[in-house]
């Protein structure tokens, strides 16, 4: 019995120290929670001349049954560009010979109509199906977003596209002169 008291007493230290033991190990081996350094902020881009627009109003992108020839995150980004930056796309020619379907720019392979102040109230699907579109659109996108002005933006995509393509161009009117 007085064995019984003495181990009793001894098994709570032990249990007790191997708890602290356990506790500090784990502080000292878990690591220290990093803060994320922030990211570098992409420039914005360059405003174009003219009064501050703000963001038109988008129908839902349509389920056109097929997949689409780009990733969809590509896709809803032309799209979305091409809603947004009719400023950019209506003098950007495409070079998909669907001039034939009445597409006067690379903006119309997105947009079928717009209300008057501009808000798109039908898509056009051709977008979906056609690697052409989408890839002018996007470089478009991404000569805006690095502070090109349509003007550049529009020679830089003739330069890419023309050769080759200029069969199937769209009957772009040019953009205005700079100012």
Not at 117 to 131: A, I, R, S
């Amino acid at each position: 019995m007085q064995a019984r008291n003495f181990i009793t007493p001894l098994l709570g230290f032990a249990g007790a120290a191997l708890i602290v033991t356990v506790v500090a190990a784990g502080d000292q081996a878990a690591p220290k929670p990093q803060v994320p350094s922030p990211k570098p902020q992409a420039p914005s881009p360059k405003p174009l001349s003219g009064p501050v627009r703000t963001r038109v109003s988008t129908p839902p992108l349509p389920n056109v049954g097929f997949a689409p020839v780009r990733p969809m995150d590509v896709v809803r980004a032309t799209y979305d560009f091409a809603a947004q930056h009719p400023e950019i796309l209506k003098y950007v020619p495409c070079y998909c010979g669907c001039g034939e379907q009445g597409h006067k720019a690379n903006e119309s392979c997105f947009v079928a109509r717009r209300d008057p102040k501009g808000n798109v109230l039908q898509w056009d699907e051709h977008g979906f199906g056609c690697t052409i579109c989408v890839d002018v659109a996007r470089e478009s996108m991404q000569l805006y977003n690095s502070g090109a002005d349509v003007n550049s933006i529009r020679a830089a995509i003739e330069k890419r596209w023309a050769p080759g393509n200029a069969a199937g161009r769209t009957p772009t009117p040019a953009p205005p002169a700079k100012k």
